[in-house]
Nanobody, 124 residues
Framework: VQLQASGGGLVQAGGSLRLSCAPS???????MGWFRQAPGKEREFVAA????????GYSGSVKGRFTISRDNARNTMYLQMNSVKPEDTAVYYC???????????????????WGQGTLVTVFS
């Protein structure tokens, strides 16, 4: 399984950006998520979605501003980022789990596959 993330770029604080992730080699991976890593920091959980019913979960720092979604027909996951802040600046990684361990959705170890990352830079 390969994950292809796209959509990163430069955005002004308060603006919006949408990231996409399309897995190849397998359809409907049970849980997919987004993590991010800022310079000098650990990779952290951002959001996750359960493919079969669209249930979603968010970190406290993005809840209410970011929305994770999936398109079954396109087998693609999205992260809509609104009201972005400079502290959202990071490399964003798409991830996927071949298991249905929804309670562990915030744990990096829950994910079997990772994309290459896409850089989001928010300037004020």
């Amino acid at each position: 399984v390969q994950l292809q993330a796209s959509g990163g770029g430069l955005v002004q604080a308060g603006g919006s950006l949408r990231l996409s992730c399309a897995p190849s080699g397998r359809y409907g991976l049970p849980v997919m998520g987004w993590f991010r890593q800022a310079p000098g920091k650990e990779r952290e959980f951002v959001a996750a979605i359960r493919w079969r019913d669209g249930s979603s979960g968010y970190s406290g720092s993005v809840k209410g501003r970011f929305t994770i979604s999936r398109d079954n027909a396109r087998n693609t996951m999205y992260l809509q980022m609104n009201s972005v802040k400079p502290e959202d600046t990071a490399v964003y990684y798409c991830s996927a789990s071949g298991r249905s361990d929804w309670p562990d959705r915030e744990l990096r170890t829950n994910y079997d596959y990772w994309g290459q990352g896409t850089l989001v830079t928010v300037f004020s």
